[in-house]
Nanobody, 117 residues
Framework: QVQLVESGGGLVQAGGSLRLSCAAA????????MAWYRQAPGKQRELVAT???????NYADSVKGRFTISRDNAKNTVYLQMNSLKPEDTAVYYC???????????WGKGTLVTVSS
């Protein structure tokens, strides 16, 4: 059974930082592409960042230069370091995983990030 468990969300002031973690179980973590998505109130879920099994990363334009995705295969954990947070970053952040860049069927339950102005 695949489990993705996010942590690290919370309330932060604009300009602050948070680091999200996603601990994975039930998959061969090192072989999976990992991703972070977010969904703001009243909006569709959007892709924030991805990291492949080989370590290649991609980011949404809205977070480039502010967010960093990384993975620790020894800990089966993917991280999202979020700096210079803005109120528009407020959303539930979801961890996502799958065996390829385009096939990622596994989801966590999400962690809420609230950025106050």
């Amino acid at each position: 059974q695949v489990q993705l468990v996010e942590s690290g969300g919370g309330l932060v002031q604009a300009g602050g930082s948070l680091r999200l973690s996603c601990a994975a179980a039930g998959i061969t973590f090192s072989l999976n592409t990992m991703a972070w998505y977010r969904q703001a109130p009243g909006k569709q879920r959007e892709l924030v960042a991805t990291v492949t099994s080989g370590g290649s990363t991609n980011y949404a334009d809205s977070v480039k230069g502010r967010f960093t995705i990384s993975r620790d295969n020894a800990k089966n954990t993917v991280y999202l370091q979020m700096n210079s947070l803005k109120p528009e970053d407020t959303a539930v952040y979801y961890c996502n995983a799958g065996p390829t860049f385009t096939i990622r069927p596994y989801w966590g339950k999400g962690t809420l990030v609230t950025v106050s102005s």
